[in-house]
């Protein structure tokens, strides 16, 4: 597509409703780690509601990655790799389990990019959830970048050195199981996280790549863990490097505000900023 007529998707707009039903919450419990505080009524944990509000895409509408190849809210971007490259969120009231939500997805920003590994194009969606009172429960921002394929089938990334001031860390193993159990609730037929020969073969990565909303659900999880009698008020993210299910990876934090995500070999790959209110 023209920079004109991708520019023409900003403003373009969509919503939906849908219930934070207590039984997906428990699905997602039982996937990341039980928690004893899943309850209708109780407070929806942080990024749980990645979980609800489903794309309902029909199969045959599905492009060659397992995306919906079709614009309805996303342009019809011709670049066949995609990935959510970051985001932001910030609270107003913090959602409760069993309670019914408006969500309305708006464009706000596309930008056409040339880089080192060809072009790219960088789209910005802004959420904005509602409850039942029309009350603003919370917004949030997501950065999705399309990319080239890689000219060699080798997808690298450029190393990123973390943070040096850990204070306390955690080790997560991934699994396909935990990628296939993540990808079903989420109603995610990306192909990155199932689809081996696909993710080795066709976009040059190593291996079957480990979710970025997954690996932030995790951190905000580590993060609440670390501060039990606080709530998150914000939480921002950028992703810097992809985690695979063949290797280790690392969630650490200073102790204060900042939170990352280690590869194996040391280097960056999700940053986040965590603040509590």
């Not at 899943?38 to 942080?46: E, F, H, M, R, T």
């Not at 066949?80 to 985001?87: D, I, K, S």
């Not at 079903?184 to 990565?205: M, Q």
Request: charge should be negative; proline fraction near 5%.
């Amino acid at each position: 597509m023209e920079t004109a007529e991708l520019t023409s998707w900003i403003g373009k707009s969509k919503t939906t409703q849908d219930t934070l039903r207590l039984e997906r919450a428990l699905l997602l419990s039982s996937t990341i780690g039980q928690r004893e505080d899943i309850q209708n009524g109780a407070s929806l944990p942080v990024l749980w509601h990645w979980v609800y509000f489903q794309e309902l895409t029909r199969i045959d509408d599905l492009g060659r990655d397992g995306h919906a190849s079709k614009g309805e809210l996303l342009p019809p971007i011709d670049l066949p790799r995609r990935m959510w490259a970051g985001g932001r969120l910030e609270y107003q009231l913090h959602p409760k389990i069993g309670e019914k939500l408006t969500k309305t997805s708006t464009i706000s920003n596309i930008t056409p990019k040339e880089g080192k590994t060809g072009k790219l194009c960088f789209v910005t969606v802004q959420h904005e959830y509602f409850d039942h009172k029309d009350q603003a429960v919370f917004t949030e921002e997501h950065d999705i970048v399309y990319r080239e394929d890689p000219k060699d089938k080798t997808s690298t990334s450029a190393h990123v050195a973390p943070p040096e001031n850990a204070t306390i860390s955690e080790t997560i193993i991934p699994s396909t199981v935990l990628l296939f159990r993540y990808s079903a609730l989420t109603f995610n037929s990306h192909r990155i996280h199932y689809d081996r020969d696909y993710c080795t073969d066709i976009e040059g990565y190593p291996g079957l790549i480990f979710h970025g909303p997954l690996t932030a659900t995790l951190l905000t999880e580590f993060a609440a863990r670390q501060n039990p009698d606080q709530q998150i008020k914000s939480f921002s993210f950028r992703a810097t490097a992809p985690l695979f299910d063949t290797e280790p990876f690392a969630i650490k934090t200073d102790g204060k505000n900042t939170y990352w995500v280690e590869t194996s070999s040391g280097g960056l790959a999700m940053k986040a900023d965590i603040s509590f209110g």
